[in-house]
Nanobody, 126 residues
Framework: QLQLVESGGGAVQPGGSLRLSCAAS????????MGWFRQAPGKEREGIAA????????YYADSVRGRFTVSRDNGKNTVYLQMNSLNPEDTGLYYC???????????????????WGQGTQVTVSS
């Protein structure tokens, strides 16, 4: 089993930045792909970024590409999501997730992931 705990959410003004963290504990050996999702009220969960362990491969949704950056610190078993130039449309509950297997195929599909954190709230408002 793998446990994931997100942190770093909060309230920020438009144009501001936040860095989310996702700390993993337990057996992470078979989960090469870590993804970030978000869910706004009344909307479906959206895959926004992913990172494949052991490579430099990263994946981004069009809605965040160029503003968000996913990175890893394997020594700390932590994945980060740096979010810049935030706007009100970025408001939502942000989740990290881990996918069993060696690839990030279907990285933006929630159903492809096997472990989830509890989420951290991000609110962008003036």
């Amino acid at each position: 089993q793998l446990q994931l705990v997100e942190s770093g959410g909060g309230a920020v003004q438009p144009g501001g930045s936040l860095r989310l963290s996702c700390a993993a504990s337990g057996d992470s050996g078979s989960t090469a792909c870590m993804g970030w999702f978000r869910q706004a009220p009344g909307k479906e969960r959206e895959g926004i970024a992913a990172s494949r362990n052991g490579s430099a491969l990263t994946y981004y949704a069009d809605s965040v590409r160029g503003r968000f950056t996913v990175s890893r610190d394997n020594g700390k078993n932590t994945v980060y999501l740096q979010m810049n130039s935030l706007n009100p449309e970025d408001t939502g509950l942000y989740y990290c997730a881990a996918k069993l297997g060696p690839t990030c195929s279907n990285w933006n599909v929630a159903g492809a992931y096997h472990f989830w954190g509890q989420g951290t709230q991000v609110t962008v408002s003036s």
